[in-house]
């Protein structure tokens, strides 16, 4: 039980060298610049073509192309990232239950063996004192 809780303690400690630390702040930057990603893309959508010539609307469709881009791409990585923190969440929790269960385990094991302990000394007390008489 010692061993496999100590186990546990290397796995944990692993995991959370894994998680980034601050990630929350990076990720509400990240959300800030997608949102001011969108609104300029909005921007772009709306502006009216007349008025304005050939090279100008077609500068203008390359840009909500490549914002377009841009968004798609944002979104999948952070997706993935936000499912990688999830798994490594949820493993950190599982490791967290199991250490607590092993802990208990490895205190309900100590405590029969000190009853084992004192049971077997105090049997062998008890013969020493029946030979002496």
Do not use: W
Not at 59 to 84: V, Y
Request: a positive charge; hydrophobic letters at 30%.
């Amino acid at each position: 039980a010692k061993r496999k809780l100590s186990n546990l303690k290397v796995r944990l400690a692993n995991i959370e060298d894994q998680m980034i630390p601050g990630q929350s702040q990076c990720d509400k930057d990240r959300l800030l610049l997608l949102q001011e990603k969108e609104q300029l893309l909005r921007e772009l959508r709306s502006i009216d073509p007349k008025g304005r010539s050939g090279e100008e609307m077609a500068s203008n469709r390359d840009r909500i192309a490549q914002l377009e881009f841009d968004l798609k791409h944002a979104l999948q990585i952070s997706n993935k990232q936000i499912q990688e923190r999830l798994t490594l969440h949820n493993e950190k929790t599982n490791i967290m239950h199991e250490m607590n269960e092993t802990t208990k385990l490895t205190s309900y094991l100590e405590s029969q063996l000190r009853c084992l302990s004192l049971s077997t000394l105090s049997m062998s007390s008890g013969s020493s004192l029946g030979s002496l008489g």
